[in-house]
């Protein structure tokens, strides 16, 4: 049964709410998020054009004018806020079984940059960081940085480690990396600053597909290593 914490709701601008339970990392809160996201996207609220879910939050984007006609003329935020605020009662839906998506990542060192100088921040070897990234079912708290980037949650403590202190000013497409308790892949070439640790073949963000985000909030991920052959021979017919 999901515990139900009392969000503090407030205003993002004149077009936005947020409504947020924490600030910390917890499946707990974002169970709650995903809660109040999948309840309002079964009875919509007439005027939010958007719903972004974050780690312990949720931000509406409403129409301004929709929303102050329902409103009768009122305050459209004033109005929301007690609207939202009854998704603390909201009846929970029923939990979905989720079975994890398995990505294949090589670890070799040509496709891991930051590898070797992860087991100085961590004291564990190559081969301790690899089993300890693999061992763990992820879950996909948000989305954001860039597009398609999942923020994953949360890696052993034995392999958390600080995002870099000078980014590098491009990042392969594919690569993965660990910044604090998160873990994530870089969906496009891009500049960024967590420790690469490996590298996955697959295609994370699509711009040609229908829906080009392979991973949404509430997804589960499980990274499987792979050799640096079978890498290059992941997209080969």
């Given at each position: 049964m999901l515990k139900k914490t009392i969000p503090h709701i407030y205003a993002l601008g004149d077009q936005a709410i947020t409504i947020e339970w924490s600030s910390t990392i917890s499946e707990e809160v974002n169970n709650q998020v995903m809660?109040?996201?999948?309840?309002l996207?079964?009875?919509p609220i007439e005027g939010i054009t958007d719903m972004i879910p974050a780690y312990s939050s949720l931000t509406l984007i409403y129409n301004p004018g929709i929303i102050r006609k329902q409103a009768m003329g009122g305050s459209p935020f004033e109005w929301l806020k007690k609207k939202l605020a009854t998704l603390t009662v909201a009846p929970s839906l029923?939990?979905?079984?989720?079975?994890?998506?398995?990505?294949p990542v090589c670890y070799d060192l040509s496709l891991a940059p930051d590898l070797i100088e992860a087991t100085q921040l961590t004291g564990c070897t190559i081969e301790e960081i690899i089993a300890l990234h693999t061992s763990k079912i992820y879950?996909?708290?948000?989305?954001?940085?860039?597009?398609g980037f999942a923020y994953m949650a949360s890696v052993n403590q034995r392999i958390q480690m600080p995002r870099k202190s000078n980014p590098r000013k491009m990042v392969k497409a594919g690569s993965v990396g660990i910044a604090g308790e998160q873990t994530g892949i870089y969906p496009i070439d891009a500049p960024g600053g967590w420790?690469?640790?490996?590298?996955?073949?697959?295609?994370?963000?699509?711009?040609?597909?229908?829906?080009?985000?392979?991973?949404?909030?509430?997804?589960?991920?499980?990274?499987?290593?792979?050799?640096?052959?079978?890498?290059?021979?992941f997209n080969t017919v």
């Open positions: 809660h109040s996201f999948q309840f996207g079964l009875n029923n939990a979905k079984e989720s079975t994890p998506q398995i990505v879950k996909v708290y948000m989305l954001g940085f860039l597009p420790q690469l640790i490996g590298q996955t073949p697959m295609k994370i963000f699509d711009i040609t597909k229908e829906d080009p985000c392979l991973f949404k909030p509430g997804y589960f991920v499980q990274f499987k290593a792979i050799t640096l052959e079978q890498f290059h021979q």
